[in-house]
């Protein structure tokens, strides 16, 4: 009887302490995800499960929230050396059993089960950027050249692994985007960031001729040089012409679900993954796809209000992290989606299809909901 009352009073203790907007949020998102990739899978036998899939992967998900919700930030980031380490070996799987596609050797699968490591190991690199950058600045050395040196090491060891194992660039740019938001809320000074887009700058042409691929820089350069494309029209700009001309064609209100004509003639490319905006466009018009960078836009906004009213450093970086995780792949994919941006294979958070996408997305959200039930830390109280 005892643990029954326990049990309650834990269900009590969440739905009155934990942060349900955010979770009311992700639920919605995901749940228009799952209508549109429900409706975009309907004439393609070879992806009727993967609604399925989804769902399963949100329910999934859910219970990461849950779990994270309870779990305290704080003992996560003090075993920051462990979260690297799980994060190398995890990524390094990819070595052994990763499965090439498109180009990338970027998943396991196994039993049918597919899992991108590259997905997953978001959340510990935002842990530990977040424990660092803070334990920096509460010992006020955040801007010595120590200090970022060892700060950028890491965030090198991470870009690195997800690019050279896995050849995703679109993902290893995710991390690049997350690392510089968090210096800047950190505090990190503007001469630093001046510093470091001259080094770029400066590197770029070695990276393109050494580092990159032809492949990726084809898939870079196509949106401004049409010559790029093929004549077999396979390539990122013909890509990118189907999916602004889905977009086009849904005018203010779409075609309705399941009536899109590109849709649902298959012709739309990585219809329910990539270009699932695009999906959006054709079948729900103008204001469907304002409906999903609006419910984006209020997730990202309900990270930052929760990192800023956490008064704890460290809540307030993996906050930004988070969020800042949210605005760079829904820039990039829609962007991509619009023809803004290269196509380099990204998914739109809760809404296109990928296990792994998804449930990352809800374990994040769960961090920042402990945050939110959570005090400021007795050792942050005097800062």
Request: charge should be neutral; glycine fraction near 10%; charged fraction near 15%.
């Amino acid at each position: 009887m005892e643990t029954v009352v326990t049990f309650f009073k834990g269900v009590v203790r969440f739905f009155r302490e934990a942060d349900m907007v955010i979770l009311a949020l992700s639920l919605a998102s995901s749940i228009l995800g799952v209508l549109l990739i429900g409706s975009a899978v309907t004439n393609r036998a070879g992806e009727a499960g993967a609604v399925d899939v989804q769902t399963g992967a949100i329910v999934l998900g859910m219970a990461f929230f849950l779990l994270f919700t309870y779990i305290d930030i704080d003992m996560i980031a003090d075993k920051s050396r462990l979260l690297v380490v799980f994060s190398l070996l995890l990524l390094s799987t990819l070595l052994i059993w990763g499965v090439e596609e498109a180009g990338q050797r970027a998943w396991l699968r196994f039993f049918g089960i597919g899992m991108q490591p590259g997905e997953i190991t978001k959340v510990p690199f935002i842990i530990v950027m977040a424990k660092m950058i803070s334990m920096y600045k509460e010992q006020r050395t955040l801007n010595s050249i120590l200090s970022l040196a060892l700060i950028f090491a890491v965030f090198a060891i991470f870009f690195g692994a997800v690019f050279q194992i896995s050849g995703d660039l679109g993902t290893a740019l995710v991390y690049f985007g997350i690392f510089v938001i968090m210096l800047f809320a950190g505090g990190v000074k503007l001469r630093w960031f001046a510093l470091g887009a001259l080094v770029l700058t400066a590197a770029a042409p070695l990276v393109w001729e050494n580092v990159l691929s032809e492949r990726h820089r084809n898939v870079v350069m196509a949106p401004f040089f049409p010559d790029i494309v093929d004549p077999d029209r396979s390539d990122a700009l013909w890509q990118t012409y189907l999916s602004i001309e889905a977009i086009a064609t849904g005018g203010p209100f779409g075609q309705g679900l399941g009536n899109g004509r590109l849709t649902q003639a298959a012709i739309i490319p990585a219809h329910h993954t990539d270009f699932i905006f695009s999906v959006a466009g054709e079948e729900l018009g103008f204001i469907g796809c304002i409906a999903i960078i609006a419910l984006l836009t209020c997730v990202i906004a309900r990270c930052f209000y929760v990192g800023v009213r956490s008064n704890n450093p460290l809540g307030m970086l993996v906050c930004t992290g988070v969020g800042a995780m949210f605005i760079v792949q829904s820039i990039m994919n829609i962007g991509m989606a619009l023809g803004f941006l290269p196509v380099i294979g990204i998914t739109l958070p809760f809404i296109s299809y990928g296990g792994s996408s998804v449930v990352t997305c809800f374990a994040a959200m769960g961090i920042v909901s402990g945050i939110k039930m959570r005090p400021k830390p007795a050792r942050f109280r005097h800062i």
